[in-house]
């Protein structure tokens, strides 16, 4: 069954950090490029992270440093894709929906984990 799952998001101060996860079931996810993207209110939805297969990393400017997106090795030919997004410094900026795809991403997406920052 092809199926994202996101979680880990939650509220946080600024300054915080969270950790989401991803589990991307299915045949379709393995051996590609992950991404971890962000919609905020209003807004469209964007990679802010990507990881190749090869763990080649690639973020956006406003979060690299900040954040550190990583793949489960243990699961690299399984199937199930585990990803992760270590996000630490958080700025109100930051808040969104946190969505994981492949990348270029697939036509469709798992239900997203809501990250806001705020005092």
């Known amino acids: 069954q092809v199926q994202l799952v996101e979680s880990g998001g939650g509220l946080v101060q600024p300054g915080g950090s969270l950790r989401l996860s991803c589990a991307a079931s299915?045949?379709?996810?393995?051996?590609?490029?992950m991404g971890w993207y962000r919609q905020t209110p209003g807004g469209q939805r964007e990679p802010v992270a990507i990881i190749t297969n090869g763990d080649v990393i690639s973020y956006i400017d406003s979060v690299r440093g900040r954040f550190t997106i990583s793949r489960d090795r243990a699961s690299r030919g399984a199937a199930q894709t585990m990803v992760y997004l270590q996000m630490n410094s958080l700025t109100p900026e930051d808040t969104g929906v946190y969505y994981c795809n492949r990348y270029p991403s697939l036509d469709f997406w798992g239900q997203g984990t809501q990250v806001t920052v705020s005092s």
């Open positions: 299915g045949d379709i996810f393995i051996g590609y490029a």
